[in-house]
Structure formats: C-alpha cells, structure tokens
C-alpha cells in the first residue's frame, strides 16, 4: 500500500494530502465537507510539472473528472455547495452528469480583461465556475456577506449594496501581482494561481465560520488561504509535492482575518 502524505498547518485547521485526488478522497469522512472548490486541470496542456493537463478527447477528459466528481458528491454535508471551475468548451461535457446528480444552482462567468492574445479568432476572457448544491431546500448562502456597491442608492436599495450577480469580473494574478506565487529566481511557480478575491467571495457565500472546504486541486493553496483568513477549516489534494510545501507554507504565513473584508476585496 501507497505511503499516505499529509502535511499540516501550524493551527492544525488546515490539512493537505500530496497524491493524486482519486486516491486520497476515500480517505475523507463522508458528508463532512460544506463546500467543494475544484480547480482541476483544464485540459489545455499546461505545465504542472506532471504532465496531467492533456486527455485524448474531451469525453476522455470528462470520464476522469465524472470519476473525482462521484468521490466529491460522497463528502458533501446535506447542505453543501459544489463549485467546478474549467475552461468553459470542456465544463460543458460535465454539465448532464452534475444536473443528475446535484441541484443546478449557477453558471458563474469568471471575466476578466487581461490574456493570450489571439490572431485568429476571438481571444477567450472568461472560465466558467459550475454550481451546485446538494439539497434543494437546505444550503448557505450569505448573500449580505458578498453584496458589492450600486451606482446610485435610493429609497429601495440595501444599503450593503446588490447581488454581485453571474459574470464577476476579478483581475487574474497577474505575474507582478503581490498576492503571485514566485519561485527562488524569481520566476512564475504556477500556471493556474486563482485571485485570493475570487475564492473569498466563493467561501464567504457558501460557508460560514469553523465550516470544513476540500479543494482536490490545491495548486498553490489559495483556497485554504482565504479559508484561514476567515476562519474556516481546509482539507487540500495536490499532486505535485513542489506546490504542496509552497500551499503549506503560504497558509503558515496567512493571518486569520480580524475585521470584515472591503467590496474590492470580495
Ligand atoms: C488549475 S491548478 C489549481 C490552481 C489553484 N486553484 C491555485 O489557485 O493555485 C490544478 C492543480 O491540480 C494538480 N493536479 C493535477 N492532477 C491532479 C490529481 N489527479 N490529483 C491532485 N492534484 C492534481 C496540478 O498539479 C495543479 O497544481
């Protein structure tokens, strides 16, 4: 039998498993995790120094994830959220199995302005976030948590401000960002680092504090970041043992957050 390995935070709230997603899932308790985020690999050949970004067809690619998806649902609290992010040709293909399976709650349109530059087509500006809930009827969301400003408030507006809707437009990490990931010399330590905004927006609306997140795909550990930043636990599965102790150390360094977040912060 495989040697298991799991590394911890100092808070011991946040744990990450180094292997591949399929093996370690089996090792989660059931129906213990409030929200899922999986940022799993796009099927477009990215470098994750594993070589596991590029499936023969699309369906192939599908049949894995509909094989981690299964695994995921089995975790899930009755009144947990899933959210699967993805380049949006290939999340498609998921789409019939996690309507069977789950209750369809959103298609989030993550946008921003900034990427590969095209000559041939249209250049694509936007991945797609697939959300779903378990249970109809039972699930959390914090709307008041992740309202963002009107243009002009009056008589009938929430003074908190408005649902920030389906299309969020949330600048990606850029490779001067503050919040980027960087190796020794400097150079760029993943290709698929996500927005702390992004994620802080994604947990505050779906979890409330102490709540357990399991992210298969942890890649720099973003998710468990912003989980200890507001106080909830973290359980993370990353392939790559490079990424692994890079995730461990940056939630070492993350502080819990002591006062509520800024609009542009969520
Ligand atoms: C799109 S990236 C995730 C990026 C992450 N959200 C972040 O903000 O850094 C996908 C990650 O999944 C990892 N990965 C690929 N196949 C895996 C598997 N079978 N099990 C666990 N992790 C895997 C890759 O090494 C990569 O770091």
Not at 120 to 144: A, G, M
Not at 146 to 159: A, C, G, H, W
Not at 160 to 167: I, L, T
Request: charged fraction near 30%; charge should be positive.
């Amino acid at each position: 039998m495989k040697k298991r390995i799991k590394l911890e935070d100092d808070s011991k709230n946040h744990i990450i498993y180094v292997g591949d997603c399929l093996e370690h899932l089996d090792n989660i308790k059931d129906n213990s995790c409030k929200l899922i985020f999986a940022d799993p690999p796009y099927n477009m050949g990215k470098d994750f120094g594993n070589n596991h970004d590029k499936w023969k067809t699309p369906l192939n690619y599908r049949n894995w994830c509909i094989m981690w998806i299964k695994k995921c649902i089995k975790k899930l609290t009755s009144d947990g959220s899933i959210m699967i992010m993805g380049h949006p040709r290939f999340s498609s293909y998921l789409v019939p199995y996690l309507d069977k399976e789950l209750v369809y709650t959103n298609q989030i349109v993550y946008y921003y302005t900034d990427g590969m530059p095209e000559k041939k087509n249209f250049e694509r500006r936007y991945e797609l976030i697939l959300y779903y809930r378990k249970n109809k009827d039972k699930y959390v969301f914090n709307i008041d948590d992740v309202r963002v400003p009107l243009i002009r408030y009056d008589k009938m507006s929430n003074k908190r401000g408005k649902n920030p809707n389906d299309v969020w437009q949330i600048n990606r990490v850029r490779w001067n960002s503050k919040e980027r990931m960087s190796l020794p010399n400097g150079k760029i330590a993943h290709a698929a680092q996500k927005p702390l905004r992004l994620m802080r927006r994604i947990i505050l609306a779906t979890t409330n504090k102490g709540d357990l997140i399991l992210d298969p795909f942890l890649g720099t550990g973003t998710t468990s970041v912003a989980a200890k930043e507001l106080g909830r636990k973290s359980i993370g599965i990353e392939l790559n043992p490079k990424y692994a102790k890079m995730s461990l150390n940056r939630i070492n360094k993350t502080k819990v957050l002591d006062k509520g977040l800024e609009y542009e912060e969520r």
